[in-house]
Nanobody
């Protein structure tokens, strides 16, 4: 059974950092593109970052470029989202998703399976 489990969310002050994890089971995560998405209260879900099969290509939303970094650890079958210089507007539920394809895109309709989400709150 294909499953994604996010972890690492929490409460952090503005300017702080968090690292989110997306652990996969039931499939080899590196065989596919993985995306991170977020949904803030009252807003639609938006693409944050993605990493292609093999990890050679990554993409980021303009709002997080230079602050967030996506990476893979194939030995742990896990994808990470390192979030630095966090801002209150980064507050959201963060989801990871797998696209049963090798190319990386930020559109959520392209993704096939989703995790349950992890909450990130940036507040003083």
């Amino acid at each position: 059974q294909l499953q994604l489990v996010e972890s690492g969310g929490g409460l952090v002050q503005p300017g702080g950092s968090l690292r989110l994890s997306c652990a996969a089971s039931g499939f080899t995560l590196d065989d596919y593109a993985i995306g991170w998405f977020r949904q803030a209260p009252g807003k639609e879900r938006e693409g944050v970052s993605c990493i292609a099969r093999g990890g050679a290509y990554t993409n980021y939303a303009d709002s997080v470029k230079g602050r967030f970094t996506i990476s893979r650890d194939n030995t742990k079958n896990t994808v990470y989202l390192q979030m630095n210089s966090l801002k209150p507007e980064d507050t959201a539920v963060y989801y990871c998703a797998v696209r049963l394809y090798s190319l990386c895109v930020l559109g959520e309709v392209a993704y096939d399976y989703w995790g349950q989400g992890t909450h990130v709150t940036v507040s003083s």
